[in-house]
């Protein structure tokens, strides 16, 4: 158990819905990081947040948004979904010492119908 | 951008040492890291080279040249609980307060009796 946690575990639903997900990072760290996962893909990095700001966007398209709150849980905000966002999204927190490992949650699998 | 190549499959026979070797190619190198991922779970943190040389902990070991763009993951008395896919990833600083991580492929180790 890395102590991040997200939810939800699973979610179906249709195309052209809008769905959010779910992270708290571990206890202490003040960077959120989000992946994606699919099968032909890999893990792909989308959008990283520093203590509420957002720091870094890796290939994240617009249709998809995100933010870190206060109290340093982070939305991932998903929209006009397309069978192609079918994938584990996947959450990761560091705290910003030397290593700066990321420690991943278990992810949310989202199913695109 | 960057370019991250390790084996898309790799066999090994319990109690056996099994290599897996990652190459990569970026300019604002800080860092390299081995995360084991069973099938559907969340990857889950090995090891970190920042420096040339190897790194051991347990029956894992990594080992990094910078020169040469080249890492390797060792695994020894390899179980059968191993098979999983090992992903290598590279963390890049050349873009401000980027720290997010690129991920090879991965390479899928299936141990046999």
């Known amino acids: 158990d890395s102590g991040v946690t997200q939810t939800p575990k699973h979610l179906i639903t249709a195309t052209g819905q809008r769905v959010t997900l779910r992270c708290s990072p571990r206890s202490g760290d003040l960077s959120v990081y989000w992946y994606q996962q699919s099968l032909d893909q890999g893990l792909q990095f989308l959008i990283q947040?520093?203590?509420?700001?957002?720091?870094a966007k890796g290939n994240i398209l617009e249709r998809f948004s995100a933010q870190q709150f206060p109290d340093l849980h982070s939305e991932l905000n998903l929209s006009s979904l397309e069978l192609g966002d079918s994938a584990l999204y996947f959450c990761?927190?560091?705290?910003?010492?030397?290593?700066?490992?990321?420690?991943f949650g278990p992810g949310t699998r989202l199913t695109v119908l | 951008g960057q370019n991250i190549d390790q084996p898309t499959e790799m066999t090994a026979t319990e109690g056996a040492i099994v290599q897996i070797n990652c190459t990569y190619q970026t300019s604002g190198f800080n860092g390299l890291f081995w995360y084991q991922q069973h099938a559907g779970e969340a990857p889950t943190f090995l090891s970190y080279?920042?420096?040339?040389g190897l790194e051991e902990k347990g029956r894992f070991s990594s080992f990094l040249s910078r020169s040469k763009g080249y890492s390797y993951l060792l695994l020894k008395e390899l179980q059968m609980k191993d098979s999983a896919s090992y992903l290598c990833a590279v963390r890049d600083l050349r873009y401000t307060g980027r720290r997010a991580l690129t991920f090879g492929s991965g390479t899928r180790l299936q141990v046999q009796p």
């Open positions: 947040y520093y203590n509420g700001e957002e720091r």
């Open positions: 080279n920042v420096l040339d």
């Open positions: 990761a927190s560091s705290e910003r010492g030397h290593t700066d490992t990321q420690y």
